[in-house]
């Protein structure tokens, strides 16, 4: 009788200390999603809302996304064949540390020797993100085909922006970051990118929780972290896209 009170006594102290653990990994802060996830503190490849994009769909391997945006992207993309169009997948989900090897890349690189950290921060910021602030973290964003507005100016690459235009909202894409010269509104933050596409149904509920439960006290552990207020990377990069609407 002892030994089995016993043994329930060790399994029952022992889930204790791993629900314990289990909730330190996973803070949930608005009942939906975690602040690891709003931070990019996950592993997609492990994580049950995560799925690994089919080869088709990608331009590499080892892409992920909520398995809900990756659905959708199938449907998107089969709209695209019907009118002869190709669209790849060449950047889906990002970790923090993914981000933090793009980002101090970036902040070693020659050309900023000398600089004052705020301009270099600033330099970056012109279409990179500070990791644990990159829209890319939550598994609903993707960047197509090629990272260069010019593609999509002319010939197979306007095709695209134009499809993209006409048909992404049917299938909950919405391009975030517009031109600031043409936006609904006056937006701050990262240039225009004609390859990011952000699926809203679920982007769209991520920023309001980061909005609600992240401040710059969260965004830390990499090089150049120290300007984050400096450069409101909450008010003007976080938050600086198109107004976007649920369609």
Same mark, same amino acid.
């Given at each position: 009788?002892?030994?089995?009170?016993?043994?329930?006594?060790?399994?029952?102290?022992?889930?204790?200390?791993?629900?314990?653990?289990?909730?330190?990994?996973?803070?949930?802060?608005?009942?939906?999603?975690?602040?690891?996830?709003?931070?990019?503190?996950?592993?997609?490849?492990?994580?049950?809302?995560?799925?690994?994009?089919p080869q088709k769909y990608a331009s590499k391997p080892g892409i992920y996304l909520r398995t809900e945006v990756l659905i959708s992207f199938k449907a998107l993309h089969e709209a695209a064949i019907d009118e002869g169009l190709e669209i790849k997948?060449?950047?889906?989900?990002?970790?923090?540390?993914?981000?933090?090897?793009?980002?101090?890349?970036?902040?070693?690189?020659?050309?900023?020797?000398?600089?004052?950290?705020?301009? +270099?921060?600033?330099?970056?910021?012109?279409? /990179?993100?500070?990791?644990?602030?990159?829209? #890319?973290?939550?598994? *609903?964003? =993707?960047?197509?085909?090629?990272?260069?507005?010019?593609?999509?100016?002319?010939?197979?690459?306007?095709?695209?922006?134009?499809?993209?235009?006409?048909?992404?909202?049917?299938?909950?894409?919405?391009?975030?970051?517009?031109? +600031?010269?043409?936006?609904?509104?006056?937006? /701050?933050?990262?240039?225009?990118?004609?390859? #990011?596409?952000?699926? *809203?149904? =679920?982007?769209?509920?991520?920023?309001?929780?980061?909005?609600?439960?992240?401040?710059?006290?969260?965004?830390?552990?990499?090089?150049?972290?120290?300007?984050?207020?400096?450069v409101n990377i909450i008010r003007d990069y976080v938050n600086g896209i198109k107004i976007l609407d649920l369609e």
């Open positions: 009788m002892f030994r089995v009170a016993l043994i329930l006594f060790v399994e029952c102290t022992l889930f204790i200390h791993l629900s314990a653990q289990d909730h330190t990994r996973n803070t949930v802060v608005d009942g939906e999603f975690s602040k690891e996830e709003l931070l990019g503190q996950i592993n997609p490849d492990s994580h049950a809302s995560f799925s690994l994009v997948i060449l950047s889906g989900t990002r970790s923090f540390s993914y981000q933090q090897s793009i980002w101090e890349r970036k902040w070693a690189k020659p050309r900023y020797m000398g600089w004052d950290a705020l301009d +270099k921060a600033l330099d970056i910021l012109t279409y /990179s993100s500070m990791p644990g602030t990159s829209r #890319h973290h939550w598994g *609903t964003d =993707i960047d197509l085909n090629a990272f260069e507005n010019e593609y999509f100016e002319s010939g197979e690459g306007l095709e695209v922006y134009e499809f993209l235009n006409r048909c992404a909202s049917t299938y909950g894409f919405q391009q975030v970051y517009t031109s +600031k010269e043409t936006s609904q509104s006056s937006r /701050s933050g990262y240039e225009e990118e004609k390859w #990011h596409w952000s699926y *809203t149904p =679920i982007s769209i509920p991520m920023l309001n929780a980061y909005n609600g439960f992240i401040s710059t006290e969260d965004i830390q552990g990499f090089q150049g972290a120290s300007q984050a207020d400096s």
